[in-house]
């Protein structure tokens, strides 16, 4: 018997099949709308928003340094220049590691221990992606031609071109010009981020840091376009920076050299000043270094050289040293004498080389054992002679020395564009007690009269009072700054400047001013003036003022020999002076440590100077002073 067996069922199979096509339409079609709804939604809702991540994938904004600005001198020398320099750099994001980069950059040119500490450091800094890292600058040709060779096995590594800060006269404007260093984290926060975002380098010191601003210029920016691997395919946009304004100073090239070679080997300072201005025209501190080696990033053991010099050449004397004004103040406490009726022109005291306060057992000496005899204060001045300036000196009191030598300057920093320098020490009754802890003494009175004790005194301090006398008591601040350039479209500029304000010299007889500035010609021309020797064959007249400053103690009753003591241990050498007398067109001050006497080490820098400036320079016309027979 045969069973009914149905082995294929039709209807069945057409229900299966039915279903499943119902399903996967379903399937599909919601799988469209959602697509046709996500791109309905990327297209036109939100096309603008995933616009402009797009451009921000393909393009980026660079920032673009400015050229700093130049430095000049009066007569448009060059001080400070931007030069191309070459240096090697990793970008992190192409290089396999940063470390076997280093070595295979090693086994091509000399690297130093240094050169990859300072790279490591710069790493750590934060930075643009595929912003390349400067690991050595300041390449040779030779270096940058075996770098070139092997540029294809140095994934990641290249060689960039940059401008550079250049110091033409190295050493000798290190102290007045200042320089640029790298720009560190520290310093990026006290300034516009934005504006130094491609700036590498900032001014440390001197003018390159007081005129940063004007130095920099404004950031520049373009709009470039990237492949995915962020490299530059084109410039889309840009906008050129603006560069620095360029400075001229007062300086002048040849005259900062001359006093140069004139303070030679010694530790010492010369700071020149064109009274009717105020402009520095020479700022020297010796020695000196050279501030090109700073630019780049100065390596440990040169600074250490530096640093640890028993000579300090990194010490800017000039601003910084503060030294005793000896016998240099004198003029100025003399004036003060004859203003407040203290003393007279006829006033005459007998000197027999010592002066000894009541009640007290010290005795002060004059420098002169023997005495002077009979001396007034003209005489006093140009013979320089201690012990009527310990008489005058008692009978004024600290009050009025004080009051006097602050119009002169002294313990206040007066120049409108140098920030670096020390006021010194003008002491006064309430400074000791409040310092020392102890009252004012009449023998403090004395050594003050002769610029000894504690006051302190800047070679800048001294050529700026030098200055005022000059100028027959008419205030004008010290600067450096003579111009700035102007930007397209500026009729004028202000330069930031620090605020002085100080008062003309107001005397009841301004005759007794001329009388000083003929004692101090006397210190220069009279028959016993102790720079008589450096005035000696002037073709002009010029007015001065010796001075020594002790650096050690000198006990009671002992004299002073300077071969019995070190060299680090003897007098300092001082002058102070203007010329020609009666139109001024500079003042000098010069300092020349361990010198020994003012007369025999520091007037004839000073006569030296007058000659270069005025002579050789041409800023007098040459004549024969009427000048007593030696």
């Not at 020479?282 to 100065?298: K, L, Q, Y």
């Not at 000496?365 to 002077?372: A, I, L, M, Q, V």
């Not at 009754?429 to 009449?442: M, Q």
Request: net charge positive.
């Amino acid at each position: 018997m045969k069973s009914d067996r149905r082995l294929k069922d039709s209807n069945r199979e057409k229900r299966i099949y039915a279903f499943r096509t119902i399903v996967a339409s379903i399937f599909v079609l919601s799988l469209t709308g959602g697509l046709i709804f996500r791109m309905y939604y990327l297209q036109i809702t939100n096309h603008t928003h995933f616009q402009t991540l797009s451009d921000k994938n393909r393009m980026q904004l660079q920032s673009i340094a400015p050229n700093r600005g130049l430095i000049y001198d009066r007569n448009g020398i060059l001080l400070a220049d931007n030069r191309p320099i070459f240096s090697v750099a990793i970008t992190p994001e192409d290089s396999a590691s940063i470390d076997e980069s280093i070595a295979s950059i090693a086994q091509v040119i000399s690297i130093s221990d240094d050169h990859v500490r300072r790279f490591k450091k710069r790493l750590k800094r934060a930075r643009r992606p595929f912003h390349p890292v400067i690991l050595k600058s300041k390449l040779t040709e030779k270096e940058i031609a075996m770098l070139e060779v092997r540029r294809h096995e140095l994934k990641g590594v290249k060689v960039l071109a940059e401008l550079a800060r250049h110091y033409p006269m190295a050493k000798d404007t290190a102290h007045s010009i200042g320089y640029v260093g790298r720009i560190n984290e520290k310093e990026l926060k006290k300034v516009d981020e934005q504006n130094y975002s491609a700036t590498n380098y900032i001014g440390k010191l001197g003018v390159e840091k007081f005129y940063e601003s004007e130095l920099h210029g404004q950031v520049g920016f373009q709009t470039v376009e990237t492949n995915a691997s962020n490299r530059v395919l084109r410039v889309l946009d840009r906008s050129d920076p603006v560069p620095g304004r360029n400075l001229t100073l007062h300086l002048d090239a040849q005259l900062q050299n001359r006093a140069v070679e004139l303070l030679g080997s010694n530790r010492g300072a010369v700071v020149a000043i064109e009274p009717e201005t105020g402009g520095i025209l020479a700022m020297v501190s010796t020695p000196s270094f050279d501030p090109n080696a700073f630019v780049t990033g100065i390596d440990y053991k040169s600074y250490g050289e530096l640093r640890d010099s028993l000579d300090l050449p990194l010490f800017n004397r000039a601003l910084k040293g503060q030294y005793p004004p000896g016998s240099t103040i004198k003029p100025m406490v003399g004036l003060g004498g004859l203003d407040t009726n203290t003393t007279t022109r006829e006033f005459s005291i007998w000197d027999e080389g010592r002066y000894q306060l009541q009640n007290d057992e010290r005795i002060y000496r004059d420098w002169k054992r023997e005495g002077h005899g009979r001396i007034n204060l003209r005489s006093a001045i140009a013979q320089s002679c201690d012990t009527y300036f310990y008489d005058l000196a008692f009978k004024m009191g600290v009050d009025q020395m004080s009051k006097y030598l602050g119009y002169f300057g002294f313990g206040s920093n007066t120049a409108l564009d140098i920030s670096e320098a020390r006021s010194g020490i003008l002491p006064t009754r309430e400074w000791k007690k409040a310092l020392k802890g102890r009252s004012w003494y009449p023998g403090d009175s004395l050594n003050l009269g002769i610029g000894q004790g504690f006051m302190l005194a800047t070679p800048l301090q001294l050529a700026t009072a030098t200055a005022f006398l000059a100028n027959r008591g008419r205030w004008v601040a010290p600067t450096l700054l003579r111009s700035i350039s102007l930007r397209k479209g500026e009729s004028e500029y202000s330069a930031r400047r620090r605020e002085v304000e100080m008062p003309d010299l107001d005397l009841s007889r301004p005759e007794d001013l001329d009388y000083i500035i003929e004692s101090m010609a006397d210190v220069m021309h009279g028959r016993h003036g102790t720079a008589r020797g450096s005035g000696r064959n002037a073709s002009y007249k010029m007015a001065g003022k010796t001075g020594t400053a002790q650096v050690v103690g000198i006990a009671q009753g002992e004299k002073y020999d300077a071969e019995a003591l070190i060299e680090r241990h003897r007098d300092h050498a001082l002058f102070v002076g203007f010329a020609p007398l009666d139109e001024p067109q500079i003042a000098v001050a010069v300092i020349v440590e361990n010198g020994g006497g003012g007369s025999s080490a520091a007037a004839p820098v000073a006569r030296a100077m007058f000659d270069e400036w005025l002579i050789s320079l041409g800023h007098i016309a040459s004549s024969n002073p009427d000048t007593p027979k030696e």
